[in-house]
């Protein structure tokens, strides 16, 4: 993109947007700072707050050949953060678009905009009394909505594939229209929502981990919360192995279909990074391996039933499994408080504990997990966290693995050995997303301040991807440092088709250049 080029877009935009919604020089020092330590030239951004304000900026774009990257709130920390994969995009920054649109209660239908955050969708219901789960994560209340189910991310609130929720979707293409599903074309907009697939080829998918439009509003199914709502601890028994405790899992999952959630296995680092302590609670086993945590949604008619399940698919592989819900903590709290001495720390701190845990499973994004991105650099006292403000390093390595225990331990010892390698935390977890896969997620914290630190990371990353592939195991999600050697057209047929579609819509590459495709 030529400087001429770029100012005269620059006057366009200046011409059609407030001037607050036009951002350069050193105001754009904050998109710059990043969890991977990298650097790109942004020359701009803007900040729209409609669809039309979309619109306008993507047709000035075109007509000069500018590139753009639009982000929804730029918190994709471990990823990339705000940036984009190329250097002289000017950004689009969505996070001003935050309004719900609509919520269908009948129905658990929200329309919302990329900026509308965990937090505040959590917010909106509540005033209304609305029971429904938020599709929390880790990234906690300051994240994106919208954003996490076009990255594909995942929680442990139902639906947990954030982008299996979303049931149709409103993009402006590269060529200044708007794209929609034929069904809300035709006004058909609650069939549309109620109804993922449509009618006709289905290419609503084809706007996530790609750069084929900038996605303005979407609708998305949220689940009801149910009667009932409680977790089960396990952890690993002595003389177990992990894979023997993978299977049985995935056996209980199958029987259980419904009414089990996800179950979320840590290694014993990963739960001391999360919760300040290795210990689980009182009654656990202070010597364990790996610990997990399961969830249960139905009616308190179920509980006996559902209990019993989980007993019969883990008792033999797991000890001190447990069974915790809200009641149950209040009758904790009531019993530390009378404990003597040290009893009484410890039952408090353990309610404290699941406290923290149940507020994900309810819905109710705080944050919890950012904790443990806080290794090398002080926690804030006040909330909410932020990790890419308050200095951390971090790149996430997040393959996927089908749900089989000699698989998913071979992976999990080839991550330990190399995070090991380059002298980085042996922080290890996964997720189920079904009683057929999971999704590991594996921090590499490192200490920004560190050039040689900086680096290892950088190749620990690499490392643990091919390493990873090579066990059958690629990422479900990518950081954008990596994107390039991704979508490599000459390495794969897939790539290529990639490009074929993006040259067709998008035939300037002035949308996202390289992000998940060859530019
Ligand atoms: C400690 C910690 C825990 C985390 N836990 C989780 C977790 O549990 N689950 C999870 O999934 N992630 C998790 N993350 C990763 C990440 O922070 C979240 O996925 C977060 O939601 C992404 O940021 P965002 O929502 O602001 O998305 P953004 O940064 O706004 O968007 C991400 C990317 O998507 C594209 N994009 C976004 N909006 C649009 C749009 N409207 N149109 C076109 N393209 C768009 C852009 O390319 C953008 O760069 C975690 C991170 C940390 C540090």
Not at 9 to 28: F, M, N, Q
Request: net charge neutral.
């Amino acid at each position: 993109m030529s400087q001429p080029a770029l100012d005269a877009a620059l006057e366009d935009w200046r011409r059609s947007l407030p001037p607050e919604a036009v951002l350069t020089g050193s105001e754009l020092d904050p998109y710059h700072i990043n969890c991977l330590s990298l650097d790109r030239v942004i020359p701009a951004a803007l900040r729209p707050t409609s669809e039309a304000d979309v619109l306008q900026i993507v047709q000035i774009a075109r007509r000069h050949k500018t590139r753009l990257y639009a982000f929804s709130t730029g918190h994709n920390w471990g990823y990339g953060t705000a940036l984009p994969v190329a250097d002289n995009c000017v950004l689009v920054d969505l996070s001003r678009m935050n309004r719900i649109l609509s919520m269908d209660p009948d129905l658990g239908l929200v329309t919302l905009e990329p900026g509308v955050t965990q937090k505040q969708l959590y917010d909106y219901l509540a005033e209304r009394g609305l029971d429904f789960f938020v599709p929390t994560t880790g990234a906690g209340p300051t994240a994106s909505v919208l954003a996490n189910a076009l990255e594909r991310g995942f929680g442990m609130t139902p639906i947990e594939d954030h982008f299996a929720a979303v049931t149709s979707l409103r993009a402006v293409l590269a060529n200044g229209t708007v794209y929609q599903p034929y069904m809300s074309g035709i006004g058909a907009t609650t069939a549309d929502g109620v109804y993922k697939w449509g009618l006709g080829p289905y290419l609503d998918g084809l706007f996530t981990q790609s750069n084929f439009g900038i996605v303005t509003s979407a609708q998305i199914a949220l689940v009801r919360r149910p009667e009932h709502t409680e977790v089960f601890l396990f952890t690993q028994q002595r003389g177990t192995t992990l894979a023997a405790m993978v299977d049985a899992c995935r056996e209980m999952m199958a029987d259980l279909r419904g009414p089990l959630g996800g179950v979320k296995f840590l290694n014993r680092k990963q739960v001391e990074n999360t919760f300040g302590v290795a210990k689980v609670g009182p009654g656990f086993p202070e010597d364990y391996d790996w610990a997990a945590v399961g969830v249960l949604h139905g009616t308190r008619a179920m509980v006996p039933a559902l209990r019993k399940g989980v007993r019969r698919g883990l008792q033999a592989q797991v000890s001190a499994l447990r069974f915790v819900n809200d009641e149950k903590i209040v009758w904790l709290r009531r019993l530390g408080s009378l404990a003597p001495g040290s009893l009484k720390r410890s039952l408090l701190d353990a309610a404290a504990r699941v406290e923290q845990v149940m507020h994900i499973m309810h819905g109710n994004p705080r944050g919890l997990e950012l904790r443990l991105a806080y290794r090398y650099v002080p926690l804030p006292k006040a909330q909410p966290w932020d990790p890419v403000r308050d200095g951390v390093g971090i790149f996430w390595y997040a393959p996927v693995l089908p749900l089989k225990g000699e698989i998913i331990t071979r992976l999990c010892d080839m991550a330990v050995a190399t995070l090991g390698k380059y002298g980085f935390d042996q922080t290890i977890s996964f997720t189920t997303l079904s009683e057929r896969c999971a999704i590991g997620v594996v921090p590499i914290i490192y200490r920004k301040t560190e050039a040689e630190e900086t680096k290892k990371a950088h190749e620990c990353f690499h490392t643990l991807w091919r390493e990873g592939e090579a066990l059958g195991c690629p990422p479900y999600r990518i950081n954008i440092a990596a994107m390039p050697e991704l979508s490599d057209p000459a390495r794969s047929v897939y790539f290529q088709m990639v490009q074929a579609l993006k040259s067709a819509l998008d035939p300037d590459d002035i949308l996202s250049p390289g992000r998940y495709g060859p530019s």
